[in-house]
T-cell receptor
Framework: EAQVTQNPRYLITVTGKKLTVTCSQN?????MSWYRQDPGLGLRQIYY???????DKGDVPEGYKVSRKEKRNFPLILESPSPNQTSLYFC?????????????FGQGTRLTVV | KNEVEQSPQNLTAQEGEFITINCSYSVGISALHWLQQHPGGGIVSLFMLSSGKKKHGRLIATINIQEKHSSLHITASHPRDSAVYICAVRPSNSNSGYALNFGKGTSLLVTP
């Protein structure tokens, strides 16, 4: 089954404690991206990757890092989480970073930073 | 920047009603996506459109590129259609990969 898998689904952590949210897709997609969803603001792009070892900032990259060492995985790293990063996070993938292709989203990770 | 506007923001309907959700955008686009998000759940892609009309079961999506407008219709609505529906566009002048601009969503509640 084609899917994007995020882990964990729920996470409560303390300010400053480094964490990683994993994202994996099984569709051999080139393009992957991370979004955060906040009430009243909708979905906003954090980082994206056009292919292995190719990553770039989205609209709200501050406080986040990503890496793309393998095609299937695109982890989101918060080196020093702060309460303003409390949000619902989604990973998404598409076949290609160019052209019009369907988007596949993970189930979301609800992060609370206290 | 919010180049994508959805209406209505909230919608309550009775089971069986015909529902329309609208999406207007202000930039030239190469594609428009309709997404569905159930409470506590992930996001599912319903349609991707670049022109015309698509149908899947009771769902119909249309787009008018000249008027920069798209609609999502649900026929014979059912309580399981209750969800947030999100419109997203890919600007045609985007130089940041497949960047999507999202509307804020329409929250639909269908009552029995």
């Amino acid at each position: 089954e084609a899917q994007v898998t995020q882990n964990p689904r729920y996470l409560i952590t303390v300010t400053g404690k480094k964490l990683t949210v994993t994202c994996s897709q099984n569709m051999n997609h080139e393009y992957m991206s991370w979004y955060r969803q906040d009430p009243g603001l909708g979905l906003r792009q954090i980082y994206y990757s056009m292919n292995v070892e190719v990553t770039d900032k989205g609209d709200v990259p501050e406080g986040y890092k990503v890496s793309r060492k393998e095609k299937r995985n695109f982890p989101l790293i918060l080196e020093s989480p702060s309460p303003n990063q409390t949000s619902l996070y989604f990973c998404a993938s598409m076949l290609s970073g160019t052209g019009n292709t369907e988007a596949f989203f993970g189930q979301g990770t609800r992060l609370t930073v206290v | 920047k919010n180049e994508v506007e959805q209406s209505p923001q909230n919608l309550t309907a009775q089971e069986g009603e015909f529902i329309t959700i609208n999406c207007s955008y202000s930039v030239g686009i190469s594609a428009l996506h309709w997404l569905q998000q159930h409470p506590g759940g992930g996001i599912v892609s319903l349609f991707m459109l670049s022109s015309g009309k698509k149908k899947h079961g009771r769902l119909i999506a249309t787009i008018n590129i000249q008027e920069k407008h798209s609609s999502l219709h649900i026929t014979a609505s059912h309580p399981r259609d209750s969800a947030v529906y999100i419109c997203a566009v890919r600007p045609s002048n985007s130089n940041s990969g497949y960047a999507l601009n999202f509307g804020k969503g329409t929250s639909l509640l269908v009552t029995p």
